[in-house]
């Protein structure tokens, strides 16, 4: 398999996509996984959840926009919601404080989010055998 790769992005076998799960009191939880790869089929394929990480949401907004404006990104200061996924390049991520500095990142969202879709259609539309 190949690695995914969205618009703007270069993958490498040791990048991360890190997922926003649940935004609730302030406080964003991110589910970090090295970089999917591409199933035959099209489909994204994802190992396992590496690590689960509970941020400040607040903390975490600026941050993103920080590094969405540093990259020329559409829609800079767009409101994280859940489902919010993003490419992470950084040699280890930062147990106490995440995004930190030393990473490169992009919001991969739009394309995560068209890849999801399109793995739905995917499999509504898969002919069944008749018996």
């Known amino acids: 398999m190949k690695l995914w790769k969205p618009e703007g992005v270069e993958p490498r076998g040791n990048d991360w996509y890190v997922a926003v799960d649940d935004i609730e009191n302030g406080i964003a939880s991110l589910e970090i996984s090295v970089w999917p790869e591409v199933a035959d089929d099209g489909s994204l394929h ?3 959840i590496l690590d689960s990480r509970p ?5 975490l907004q600026k941050s993103i926009n920080r ?3 540093k990259n020329a990104q559409a829609a800079p200061t767009r409101s994280l919601r859940v489902g ?3 490419w992470v390049r950084a040699a280890k991520l930062p147990a106490d404080a995440w995004p930190a500095t030393g990473i490169d990142l992009r919001d991969v969202t739009a ?3 068209q890849a999801a879709k399109d793995a739905m259609l995917r499999a509504a539309t898969v002919p069944r055998k008749r018996s």
Request: charged share 55%; no cysteine.
């Open 46 to 48: 994802f190992e396992e």
């Open 55 to 59: 941020v400040l949401a607040e903390d």
């Open 67 to 69: 590094l969405r404006k």
């Open 84 to 86: 919010d996924a993003f």
């Open 111 to 113: 394309d995560a989010r």
